[in-house]
């Protein structure tokens, strides 16, 4: 095995819940790098690490059950295997449960490509009384099987030693041989007859590109020349008539069961070991009603520990970025420059890495407590308690999770979607969160209601406001279930209840350094380009006052005036709005500069009036969310056109709602 330009490449394949993120961080470490596959909007990953004298590229391919594709990421793994033939495979199983594997296991074995299986979670297998016969298993799929623990690091040594021997002594792999009917063993053997007439050289046994053809009726990857695509279509149509079958779901019932007879004869049953601290556990928290109460608490107090933590670790960078931007202002190098150069890079540019710097406490912290639920096994636990509620939206238990922390931080939130099950409940998560009533927004609201309604009634405007972001979070939710199109078809949810487990500090480290990572590289750029953006609006043309009525933002508050108009908004406050598309906080100070920062209070008070400063913090509520959120979608979700839909809802939807809100009070007589 010659290596290529970036060394051996090997494809780390599974299904999904096998532990094989886990077995790609403990071979890879921090030697990580992310992207997109062509053409889609699944996240590729591949690390690197070295194998005696072999530089090793290991890719780790989504979670799929099949090389048939159904899923997305299916079509991901299958394009990725037929098109570019990786050196070697490494497949994960889970040795609690080998038959759920096993049916994808059995495909790659088929294609003849050298290949190891590593048997994870043997440790916990050992617990449960079906530690497997790793001989069996290794002898009817014709390739080496280790037993391996991803999470404590057992059998990872003999699992580097047998991938080692492989690439130093490729052998053909023997294909397993799987029992199907007569007439489709016969279309599969005529079929590869023709294979390997006219492709001797490939890579792939001919009896799995026969299978392949026939699953697809021809249309396989790369296309097969037009008699052997005519030929698979008419022994497919045989077939089809013969067994009464399509020829997908009898394919994959050969393979099932095959898969179910090798479960049995390589798994070896022993009297499990009592784990009752597992029961006693789910006894308490999944009980039918107690276990929506403390997943709430423990919720409550995931979000108390993420921003109590966080928040004053964002308030020490935010000080610190004002002092040293205080500093850089008396620097003889910077007051040397003219003026507006001075601004661009103080209040542009330092501002700009202020704004994206004061995220990383909060995504930090997100990261490492989310990282603790879901390897410990809770996190299924607290999908299977919400998934009933959840599903009447079209989402999955999951989505709840990133739901709620939305009312701390929008950005990790969404940056959160990313452990949802399927592209669907990732896009339709991403589209509600900006409803929810952030932190940031909360400080407007605290501000507003104080000054416009006093200390008796602004604890029931806030109360009402909290209302109302879970109303628009429904309501948003039921509108959007028919836009399939848009956010692609919802895949079934299949609830899986994983044993609890120690959660490990290296895994917590490798994960939070990558999303940090990610946050850094994705949505830092546009946030740095939006502070920009507002800077120039605010400081042009030369020789006007920020944020007046003859710079370019009051102009264009001024131009937007009959816009807000009919909503009570006056275009001082639509100026403001423009700051909070940077982040929501920025309204406040948007208003100290618009009204002259002296008495703030008072002047706020006599120029908006209560049902004003209502209907501008139902704006304020629904309305766009900040810049970084808006990057943050666009990083998940890969698409400018989802992005642009989440912005496009948000201004449609808080323009009607004040609209309503404000002319009801004026019928009402409120003014």
């Not at 609201?445 to 416009?452: A, D, Q, R």
């Not at 007046?548 to 709005?577: C, D, K, M, N, Y």
Request: with cysteine.
């Amino acid at each position: 095995m010659t290596p290529g330009r970036d060394g051996i490449v090997i494809a780390l394949g599974a299904i999904p819940n096998t532990g094989k993120t886990t077995l790609f961080n403990r071979l890879t470490g921090s030697s990580q790098s992310t992207g997109n596959w062509p053409g889609v909007s699944i996240e590729r990953k591949s690390g690197h690490f070295t194998l005696g004298e072999y530089p090793i590229e290991l890719v780790d391919l989504p979670g799929a059950y099949s090389l048939s594709p159904v899923t997305e990421e299916e079509r991901v793994v299958r394009d990725f295997f037929l098109r570019t033939p990786p050196d070697l495979v490494l497949n994960v199983l889970d040795a609690r449960n080998l038959y759920r594997g096993l049916g994808l296991t059995l495909q790659l074995a088929m294609s003849g490509l050298p290949m190891v299986v590593a048997v994870n979670m043997i440790d916990e297998a050992r617990r449960q009384g079906a530690e497997p016969d790793l001989e069996i298993l290794s002898s009817h799929l014709g390739v080496p099987a280790v037993a391996v623990s991803a999470r404590t690091g057992e059998g990872i040594p003999e699992l580097k030693q047998a991938l080692y021997r492989l690439i130093r002594n490729p052998v053909q792999a023997r294909p397993p041989h799987i029992a199907c009917p007569a007439v489709l063993e016969e279309a599969v053997k005529a079929l590869s007859r023709e294979i390997e007439r006219t492709a001797p050289d490939s890579r792939f046994q001919p009896n799995f590109l026969a299978m392949r053809l026939l699953e697809e009726k021809g249309a396989s990857v790369p296309p097969p020349a037009p008699a052997l695509r005519q030929a698979a279509r008419s022994w497919g149509e045989r077939v089809e008539q013969a067994t009464g079958q399509p020829l997908p779901i009898l394919c994959a019932g050969c393979r099932f069961n095959a898969a179910r007879g090798l479960a049995l004869e390589a798994t070896r049953r022993s009297p499990p070991l009592p784990d009752r601290l597992s029961e006693r556990l789910d006894r308490i928290l999944l009980h039918r009603w107690l276990g929506l109460p403390l997943f709430l608490l423990v919720m409550l107090l995931l979000f108390q520990g993420i921003y109590g933590l966080g928040t004053p670790l964002q308030a020490w960078l935010g000080h610190w970025f004002d002092d040293g931007g205080a500093w850089l202002r008396l620097q003889p190098a910077l007051t040397a420059l003219p003026g507006w150069a001075r601004s661009f890079l103080l209040d542009g540019i330092w501002q700009g890495v202020g704004v994206v710097a004061s995220f990383f406490p909060v995504i930090a912290l997100f990261f490492v407590f989310m990282s603790l639920i879901e390897d410990s096994g809770y996190m299924a636990r607290a999908a299977f308690l919400m998934d009933r509620l959840m599903h009447r939206l079209g989402l999955d238990g999951k989505a709840f999770i990133s739901l709620l922390l939305g009312y701390g931080c929008n950005v990790p939130a969404v940056m959160g979607t990313r452990i949802l099950s399927s592209r669907h409940s990732r896009v339709l998560t991403m589209l509600l969160i900006p409803f929810s009533l952030c932190s940031a927004r909360l400080q407007v609201f605290v501000f507003l209601s104080g000054i416009l309604f006093g200390a008796a009634l602004a604890p029931w405007i806030l109360f009402g406001l909290y209302l109302g972001s879970f109303a628009a979070i429904l309501v948003m939710g039921l509108l959007l279930r028919p836009w399939q199109q848009v956010l692609g078809e919802p895949e079934p949810f299949i609830m899986e209840i994983p044993p609890y487990r120690l959660p490990t500090l290296r895994s917590i480290a490798l994960r939070t350094g990558q999303e940090l990572k990610d946050f850094l590289y994705r949505a830092a750029t546009l946030i740095v380009a939006g502070v920009i953006l507002v800077w120039i609006l605010t400081h042009f043309p030369t020789g006007v006052a920020p944020a007046s009525a003859e710079s370019w933002a009051g102009r264009l508050g001024q131009t937007l005036a009959p816009l807000f108009h009919p909503i009570g908004i006056q275009w001082q406050e639509t100026v403001a709005l423009l700051f909070g598309f940077i982040a929501k906080e920025i309204v406040i100070g948007a208003l100290a500069v618009i009204y002259g920062g002296a008495d703030l209070q008072r002047q706020i008070a006599t120029h908006i009036t209560p049902l004003q400063g209502l209907g501008f913090m139902v704006f304020t509520l629904l309305y766009t969310p900040c810049i970084a959120t808006l990057a943050a979608i666009r990083a998940e979700s890969r698409s400018w056109r989802i992005t642009g839909l989440g912005l496009l809802l948000g201004l449609v939807s808080a323009w009607l709602a004040s609209l309503l809100l404000y002319r009801a009070g004026l019928l009402l007589g409120f003014s």
